[in-house]
């Protein structure tokens, strides 16, 4: 893995060179104190994360991530700051990541273990650069993006451009069923095993499956090319819900075509999709009546 780290104060850039060592030793370390240089080294090496400290001189850290973005657009972006509150601009960045001030090996490997993006993991460079620039060309619209649609209405289904997406787990799918009925909000990992094992208080086991479900989740979304959709924080998950087609949301948007692909069956398979399912035959029945 090969990290790129940039703080225009040398002691702190010191300090987080000997934290990302510490954390995650076998990786490929490129350091640097100001925004020219960070770009540079991107563009000679497709780092796959960058901990970048917010406030830099000159163009601040959010900028130097959109134009590492534009180089990379899956680079996970790591902020690094003193202050308790990230700005606006920070979170409408869809960072990996947030670390405090000192910087700890216990804090850089808590992020490193919940990436956004996957690491490009030793591929080849010109062809991770080159599968970059096809991204943004995606984003252009001169491309078709892989669709991921969803099916809320009747049994809950997956489908990557009208084919069902597989997943390792069962319990991955029932995970991203849950995403979708909360419409974009980000849950708690303690939430999400509150609703996925209501009568199980085996919490110790459900951490361990919540990680792998978790992981199960990005990976299977990733490689199908839709890894944008899951929105990470730490301790938390959710789901981007304008880059999915799904009916729900479409129901929830007010689009005529929903109300008539609604049947009374809402996720039948889950039983914590009730008081939705509630919902929406109230609507539906008194939309009825009038």
Known sequence: MKILAVDDERPALSELEDA????APESDIYSCMDVESAIAIMEKQICDVAFLDIHLPELSGVDAARKLKEIYPKVNIIFVTAYGEYTGDAMSMHA???????????????EMEDLRF????????????????????????SEDLPKLSIRAFGDFEVFIDHKPLPFQYNKTKELLAYLVDRRGAVCSNAQIMGALWEDDEDERGHISYMKKLRTDLIVSLTKAGCGDVILRRRGAIGVAKEKIDCDYFDWCDGKQDSF???????????SWGEYTHGMLDEVFYSRMSK
């Open 118 to 141: 996957l690491p490009v993991s030793g591929q080849n460079q010109n062809a991770a650069i080159a599968t970059a620039t096809e991204e943004r060309d995606y984003s252009d619209g």
């Open 20 to 23: 990302i060592a510490a954390a």
């Open 96 to 110: 990996s990541g947030y670390i405090m001030k000192p910087v700890t090996e216990n804090s850089v490997r808590m």
């Open 260 to 270: 008539d692909r609604y049947h009374g069956e809402y996720m039948s398979q889950y």
